[in-house]
Structure formats: structure tokens, C-alpha cells
């Protein structure tokens, strides 16, 4: 079979492709070789050749480039997406064009374009729950909290509370039901994505299945960018003996998913027989920021100080982990990589890269600059 996979040249899709060519799949890739995230393109470039993989160049709202990847492809993993959550809540008509825009000109051509393709993925995330799922200490069970505003985190507030009693409310692991709440842009056009592709899918016959990722991290994820990837971040300033920032109270939690273990169900995704299908992908753990920060700095043996500074980001969350109930029913006896061997394999990976200009105070103060 011959696959596309739409942002072919980014850190998923990778690992991907390695999976799909050992198991004999043709891949094309179509990518714009963003420089935020790819630098010059050369090392992307130089990744397909090695892999026998086609790259087309080109951006995912290209008519013309889409067609061309298009041809002969029997299915599709839609990545291509900006993901930077606080660059998205000031580049708003970007990240709508690219993400909702982008992803709406490649089901326009499968509409109205003949075609092979037989099923459609989307790399769907774990942002467009917001908050996620809660519990409600008092008498209102599971809810889903509105996000936190930004006078409430300003008095460095970080509980959520029920949004109908009042009361205090616990996070629980969040399941595929959970209300959607975004709490960014990037989240609302990660969530339309999701929605206009389960609609379009379903008119047009073609199978398609959403995988709502959370925090994927692993060798090959860029280093250089400073708007996404808290351990990309963490590990380029550790290296640097640079301070870490660790915002609110680095008791807010995150699911930490290993790439080659989203790479492994997204392949297997391939041979599901079904009309659609959402579905989460992650470690099913919650790990708490700042363990996160500590176990970094261990493995990199760096001098670095770890500084809880009450800093916050609007649109970021405050706990999220995935409910992994329906994946374990799917795929039987999967079980995830432990964070722990995860980020070994990370900073060995690491250490064999380049070091670079921490940006990360360019991108916060950007966001100051407009009251974010």
C-alpha cells in the first residue's frame, strides 16, 4: 500500500515512516519544511532519501502540492499542523489558515478529485479536552471544569473548581466522552480538524480514525523550537547549566507518551475495520512537572536551577492524562514505554545533537507583549 502522511518530515511522522517501510508500505511525504521547526530542511531532506521516501515540498493549503502528493496514496495520516499552544492564542488567523484551512483543502480534493484513498488518520490531541475530566468533591461526580481565567491565575490560583456547586474539584484520567473544552486556538483548530474529518469521512465513505495524542516526546523531536516540547525546552537549557522556569506551582501534571509507542498504534490503525473511530493515545500517568524537570536534570548531569516561579501561560491547563480504556480494548495487551526508559533514550539521543540558543525567553516575552 501506498500511504501520504501529511508534516511527513516531523518528529511522529519519523518514526512513522521507519515503522511503515520495515513492514513494506510505499511512503510519500508532503512537507513545507517549516524553518521553526526544521531549520534549513537539509537533515529532513537528507531523512527521506535515506528512507526511500518521496517528499514532496510543499504546504498542506497548496492545491497543487496535495494533488501531487495525493497520487496513487491508498491512505493518509493528515500531521501536517502548527503546534506551538501559547504562539497560537497571538497567531490566530496562522494557525486557523494552516490547521482548520488546511485540513478542509484536503478533504475539498477528496471530494471533488478521483482518488484511491480507502482510510484517513488524524493526529487529533489531548488539548481539546482543556482541563480535562474532574470529579466533584461535594455531590456533582464527573464534570468538566470551564478553563481557568487569566484573574484567577493572576492571584496565582490554580484549583479548578465544579462549575455547578462551587466546590473543589479532583482531576481523574480523562475518557474519549469527555466534553471538549480548549482551552488555546491551537486546541479549537485541533478539535475542528478532528470534527470536519469524522463528518467528511463519514459522507464520503472513507474510514477515519482520530487519535487524540498527549504530550509525545522522544529522539528526533526538534530541539530549537522554542514554542513547543516542554523537554525539548528543559534539556537544551540543561545542557546549558541555564535556569528552569518551572510555571505555577510545577505541581500541574502532564501524560508523557513515547513516540515509538505512537508510531506502533498508529501502523496498527491501518488494518482496523471501522467506519470511524476517536480514540486516546498516551501513557495513561500523570506526571507532575516538576518530578519531570528532576529527572532531566539527573540524567543530564546538569548544574541547572530549578526555580518554581509562579510564571503562567494563558490557555495552558492544569492537570491532563488519558483514560485508556477504549485503546487497551482496541489493541489488547498494548502497553506503553515507561517515562522513565523514554526520556534515557531522549537525552541519549540528545547528547549526540547540536546545542542551541535557548529562545525560550523570546517566545515568553512575546506573549507578555500581548497581555498572554
Known amino acids: 500500500m501506498k500511504v501520504l502522511i501529511t508534516g511527513g518530515a516531523g518528529f511522529i511522522s519519523r518514526h512513522l515512516t521507519s515503522?511503515?517501510?520495515?513492514?513494506?508500505?510505499?511512503?510519500?511525504w508532503l512537507d513545507n519544511l517549516d524553518p521553526q521547526v526544521h531549520g534549513t530542511g537539509d537533515a529532513a531532506k537528507a531523512i527521506a532519501t535515506g528512507k526511500g521516501v518521496?517528499?514532496?515540498i510543499g504546504d498542506i493549503r497548496n492545491r497543487q502540492a496535495c494533488l501531487s502528493a495525493l497520487e496513487g496514496a491508498e491512505a493518509i495520516f493528515h500531521f501536517a499542523a502548527l503546534t506551538g499552544t501559547g504562539q497560537s492564542m497571538y497567531k490566530v488567523f496562522h494557525y486557523t489558515d494552516v490547521n482548520v484551512g488546511g485540513t478542509g483543502l484536503l478533504w475539498d480534493i477528496l471530494a471533488n478529485e478521483?482518488?484511491?484513498?480507502?482510510?484517513?488518520?488524524?493526529?487529533?490531541?489531548?488539548?481539546?479536552?482543556?482541563?480535562?475530566?474532574?470529579?466533584?468533591?461535594?455531590?456533582?461526580?464527573?464534570?468538566?471544569?470551564?478553563?481557568?481565567?487569566?484573574?484567577?491565575l493572576t492571584h496565582h490560583d490554580w484549583?479548578?473548581?465544579?462549575?455547578?456547586?462551587?466546590?473543589?474539584?479532583?482531576?481523574?484520567?480523562?475518557?474519549?466522552?469527555?466534553?471538549?473544552?480548549?482551552?488555546?486556538?491551537?486546541?479549537?483548530?485541533?478539535?475542528?480538524?478532528?470534527?470536519?474529518?469524522?463528518?467528511?469521512?463519514?459522507?464520503?465513505?472513507?474510514?477515519?480514525?482520530?487519535?487524540?495524542?498527549?504530550?509525545v516526546f522522544?529522539?528526533?523531536?526538534?530541539?530549537?523550537?522554542?514554542?513547543?516540547?516542554?523537554?525539548?525546552i528543559f534539556s537544551n537549557q540543561m545542557r546549558q547549566n541555564l535556569p528552569i522556569n518551572i510555571y505555577e506551582d510545577g505541581e500541574e501534571t502532564r501524560d508523557f507518551v513515547y513516540v515509538g509507542d505512537v508510531a506502533e498504534i498508529c501502523s496498527r490503525s491501518l488494518a482496523l475495520d471501522c467506519d470511524?473511530?476517536?480514540?486516546?493515545?498516551?501513557?495513561?500517568?500523570?506526571?507532575?512537572?516538576?518530578?519531570?524537570?528532576?529527572?532531566?536534570?539527573?540524567?543530564?548531569?546538569?548544574?541547572?536551577?530549578?526555580?518554581?516561579?509562579?510564571?503562567?501561560?494563558?490557555?495552558?491547563i492544569r492537570h491532563n492524562w488519558?483514560?485508556?480504556?477504549?485503546?487497551?480494548?482496541?489493541?489488547?495487551?498494548?502497553?506503553?514505554?515507561?517515562?522513565?526508559?523514554?526520556?534515557?533514550?531522549?537525552?541519549?539521543?540528545?547528547?549526540?545533537?547540536?546545542?542551541?540558543?535557548?529562545?525560550?525567553k523570546t517566545a515568553v516575552q512575546e506573549l507578555k507583549q500581548r497581555n498572554l
Open 322 to 360: 488519558a483514560d485508556l480504556t477504549k485503546l487497551n480494548q482496541i489493541f489488547p495487551g498494548w502497553q506503553p514505554t515507561p517515562i522513565s526508559s523514554g526520556l534515557e533514550k531522549f537525552v541519549a539521543w540528545a547528547k549526540t545533537q547540536a546545542i542551541y540558543e535557548d529562545r525560550s
Open 276 to 316: 470511524a473511530l476517536v480514540a486516546n493515545v498516551g501513557s495513561g500517568i500523570a506526571t507532575r512537572v516538576i518530578d519531570l524537570a528532576y529527572q532531566l536534570k539527573s540524567l543530564w548531569n546538569s548544574s541547572s536551577s530549578i526555580e518554581v516561579t509562579g510564571d503562567f501561560r494563558v490557555g495552558d
Open 114 to 152: 478521483p482518488h484511491q484513498v480507502k482510510k484517513i488518520l488524524i493526529a487529533s490531541s489531548r488539548s481539546i479536552y482543556g482541563e480535562g475530566a474532574y470529579k466533584c468533591i461535594s455531590k456533582c461526580g464527573q464534570i468538566v471544569p470551564y478553563p481557568r481565567s487569566k484573574a484567577q
Open 54 to 56: 518521496k517528499l514532496v
Open 218 to 232: 522522544g529522539p528526533e523531536q526538534s530541539l530549537s523550537n522554542p514554542y513547543t516540547g516542554i523537554i525539548s
Open 159 to 215: 484549583s479548578l473548581n465544579c462549575p455547578h456547586c462551587g466546590a473543589i474539584a479532583e482531576a481523574i484520567s480523562t475518557p474519549e466522552d469527555s466534553y471538549p473544552q480548549p482551552a488555546s486556538l491551537y486546541a479549537c483548530s485541533k478539535l475542528a480538524q478532528e470534527q470536519m474529518s469524522l463528518t467528511m469521512g463519514k459522507a464520503l465513505g472513507i474510514p477515519t480514525v482520530a487519535l487524540r495524542f498527549q504530550n
Open 19 to 28: 515503522l511503515l517501510c520495515t513492514q513494506g508500505y510505499e511512503v510519500v
